[in-house]
């Protein structure tokens, strides 16, 4: 079996003092893909940057307090890459790739466009950018899983207040058929959707920190693994965990067989 959990940690300081890391050690996953780490080399404490069991990398956002992803793995990977080649968006800490053997797991940061349009042009330009990218990773012809907070949700189903967010980031129809033609053109599988075709509710994964969203469940799929359709069919059995809180995002775990 092979455990890959993604979650947005939304400051990993912040995240470390609501018990993050002693649940990570309970569910004992094999690869770990953290997005908005928030954070430079010299903020982590050694159980970030050097933990127990696993081998850390990250790829920081050169604005302090920004951004930021890293992976933590078992297994040493035989590559690790930081960025996708457009120093627009390499420049704030969106990409970080590892290579194993037999396949290799992405942790990737959408931009959110939801603070102004400029920042949603931004998005934008990213998408544009990464699609032909991601065209190129699925004719390398590996078993590739991309992890992370994509800021989109990409159907009615994945989120709570559809019908009041078609004009908002993250729903927006142009996100919307940028996520299918991903999925429909290219071949890429949503995993989580695979196993749960008409989960809900249950499937939400970001909660607005504005009035009670989290209390009353009124959320937001925006975290995936996205895969290629090999190891995405090795798929198991996958987990939105929501038992304890360590971010306004809730950590998505998936078991590959």
Wanted: net charge neutral.
């Amino acid at each position: 079996m092979l455990r890959i959990i993604s979650l947005n940690l939304n400051g990993i300081r912040a995240a470390w003092k609501k018990g993050v890391e002693n649940w990570l050690r309970t569910v004992n996953p094999d690869v770990i893909c953290f997005q908005e780490i928030k954070a430079q080399a010299n903020d982590l404490a050694a159980a970030m940057s050097a933990p127990a069991g696993y081998h850390a990398y990250y790829h920081y956002a050169e604005k302090k307090g920004y951004s930021g992803v890293g992976i933590w793995c078992k297994v040493l990977p035989q590559t690790v890459t930081p960025g996708f080649g457009q120093p627009e968006f390499d420049a704030e800490g969106r990409y970080l790739r590892v290579d194993f053997a037999d396949y290799s797991v992405i942790s990737l940061y959408l931009p959110s466009g939801s603070s102004s349009p400029e920042r949603q042009d931004a998005k934008f330009r990213f998408l544009d950018a990464f699609f032909p990218h991601l065209a190129a990773l699925m004719q390398e012809g590996r078993e590739i899983v991309l992890c992370g907070d994509w800021n989109i949700a990409h159907q009615e189903i994945d989120l709570k207040n559809w019908k009041g967010n078609q004009k908002n980031s993250g729903f927006l129809p142009e996100e919307r058929a940028w996520f299918s033609r991903m999925l429909d053109e290219q071949g890429w599988v949503d995993v989580y959707r695979r196993l749960y075709p008409q989960a809900g509710e249950s499937a939400y994964t970001w909660w607005s920190n504005r009035g009670e969203a989290w209390a009353k469940n009124v959320g937001w799929r925006i975290d995936y693994q996205i895969a290629t359709p090999e190891i995405a069919a090795r798929a198991r059995e996958a987990r939105v965990y929501k038992d304890s809180r360590f971010s306004d995002h809730a950590p998505l775990m998936v078991d590959y067989g």
